[in-house]
């Protein structure tokens, strides 16, 4: 038997009509919950900045592997993946954005000519992925 709500109708149409959910945290909540997130990222960025700035590209591009830059890939990537984690309350999404922001900072290390009919396919295997994997996610949802 389910409880008879106390609001009046007139207001519980108007909740109904903007897709309130009774159980919902409120976003800045959510901001502020996974704040840790962001404060994680800092070091990193500030890691990011000091090489760029003291270190000559020569220097950190053979490391560890050969014409690589991992030493400035590896910081770029994890600070990206903590801050967009938390600028989209969805670790995956940041997971996945940062990736392809650490490979256009590969391709350009590695000289590679960007013009706008190589962006496109890049970009276009980005949607189609996530595409797919939200409609991955969304039938685990209904299944359970």
């Known amino acids: 038997m389910q409880a008879k709500s106390r609001l009046r109708p007139e207001v519980k149409q108007a909740l109904l009509k903007n897709h309130v959910k009774f ?5 800045p909540r959510k901001y502020i919950k996974h704040l840790p997130l962001l ?3 800092i070091p990193f ?5 000091y090489t760029l700035h003291n270190i000559y590209p020569q220097d950190i591009a053979n490391i560890p592997v050969y014409n690589s830059y ?3 890939l590896i910081p770029f990537f994890i600070a990206n993946t903590f801050s ?3 600028f989209f309350l969805n670790s995956k999404r940041g997971f996945d954005i940062s990736l392809f922001l650490t490979l256009i900072l590969f391709l350009k290390l590695q000289h590679f000519i960007f013009e706008y009919w190589w962006f496109i396919p890049i970009v276009i295997v980005f949607v189609i992925y996530e595409k797919f994997s939200n409609t ?4 685990k949802r209904s299944r359970d």
């Open 39 to 41: 404060i994680l990222s």
């Open 136 to 139: 991955v996610e969304q039938e």
């Open 70 to 72: 991992l030493g400035i």
């Open 84 to 86: 967009l984690s938390y």
């Open 23 to 27: 159980n919902d945290i409120s976003r």
């Open 45 to 49: 960025y500030l890691l990011v900045n």
